[in-house]
C-alpha cells in the first residue's frame, strides 16, 4: 500500500502567524506555490493560507488601487487575521487513496502532512499529476516489453 509519506512534498515553504500578507503574496509569487503552511516556531501547523485567501483579501482592480497602496495595506494585515484554522490535515501513514479521495470529494488543493501537531510536508494536486505521470511511464513500458502481436498472411 502506497502511503502519503512516499509522494509528499518534505520541504514547505511557511510562514509565522504574525508575518504579513505581503509575505505571502511575494512567497507565493516568487516560489509559484498555491498554499503556504502557517507554523510557529517549533514547526507545530497552525493553519493555512492559500492563493484563493489572498485573492479574496486583495482589494478589486476595478477599485483602481495603486499596486504601491496594495502593497503598503498587505503589509499592515498579519496572517493570522485571514489564515484558515479549520483544515483538513493528513499523516504521512495515511493511505494515498484515501489522500486522494478526500483531495477529490472535498475539492482541496493540498492536504498539510501533520504528526503529533508538527507540520511534516504537504500533498498537493500536482503531487498527485506527477504520480500519474509515472504511474503512464511504467504503463508505457509494460507495453512496450510485451510481445506484439503479429497478423497473419
Known amino acids: 500500500m502506497y502511503l502519503v509519506k512516499d509522494f509528499m512534498t ?3 515553504f ?3 502567524r504574525t508575518d504579513s500578507l505581503r509575505a505571502a503574496r511575494s512567497m507565493m509569487s516568487l516560489a509559484r506555490i498555491r498554499h503556504i503552511p502557517i507554523v510557529n516556531d ?3 501547523f497552525l493553519g493555512l493560507i492559500t492563493h484563493r485567501d489572498l485573492l479574496a483579501a486583495t482589494i478589486s482592480r476595478f477599485a483602481e488601487v495603486d499596486k504601491s497602496v496594495q502593497d503598503e495595506i498587505d ?4 496572517i493570522h487575521e485571514i489564515m484558515r484554522r479549520d483544515v483538513t490535515t493528513v499523516t504521512p501513514e495515511t493511505s494515498i487513496r484515501e489522500t486522494a479521495e478526500m483531495l477529490l470529494n472535498h475539492k482541496y488543493g493540498c492536504l498539510p502532512v501533520v504528526q503529533d501537531g508538527i507540520l511534516k510536508g504537504i500533498i498537493t494536486e500536482a503531487d498527485f499529476l506527477k504520480l500519474t505521470i ?3 511511464d511504467s504503463l508505457e513500458a509494460q507495453d512496450s516489453d510485451a510481445p506484439q502481436a503479429t497478423q497473419p498472411e
Do not use: D, F, Q, Y
Not at 75 to 78: C, E, M, N, R
Open 42 to 44: 517549533h514547526r507545530h
Open 14 to 16: 511557511t510562514l509565522k
Open 75 to 78: 503589509s499592515g494585515i498579519p
Open 10 to 12: 518534505r520541504e514547505v
Open 134 to 136: 509515472r504511474l503512464l
